[in-house]
């Protein structure tokens, strides 16, 4: 599985962006698909996971009620929608996929993509 994120970019606070990860295979839905950020000088962390069907969700504190995980199997696409963006959402977003994985460990995801710069200014 080759991941291909994308619709990174600077915005203010407050404001909203949507990023896409694109998937390579036809077995994209048998994966559990995650959202993960690293800012300088930090570990990377996670963010948002989703289930094989999208019928289940998961979220880190830091961004519960303001980030929205979804994907589109027919489209092999998963999806973060960022709304009320802080500061200090700003990072280097990953997608990742694996099959068995503990959602929220980032060392249980077989593939990555290649990370997209999201960038909030106060």
């Known amino acids: 599985v080759q991941l291909q994120a994308s619709g990174g970019g600077l915005v203010q606070a407050g404001g909203s962006l949507r990023l896409s990860c694109a998937a390579s295979g036809r077995t994209f839905s048998s994966y559990l698909m995650g959202w993960f950020r690293q800012a300088p000088g930090k570990e990377r962390e996670f963010v948002a996971g989703?289930?094989?069907?999208?019928?289940?969700?998961y979220y880190a504190d830091s961004v519960k009620g303001r980030f929205t995980i979804s994907r589109d199997n027919a489209k092999n696409t998963v999806y973060l929608q960022m709304s009320s963006l802080k500061p200090e959402d700003t990072a280097v977003y990953y997608c990742?996929?694996?099959?068995?994985?503990?959602?929220?460990?980032?060392?249980?995801?077989?593939?990555w993509g290649q990370g997209t710069q999201v960038t909030v200014s106060s």
């Open positions: 990742a996929a694996g099959r068995r994985v503990t959602i929220v460990v980032a060392a249980t995801y077989d593939y």
């Open positions: 989703i289930s094989w069907s999208g019928g289940n969700t």
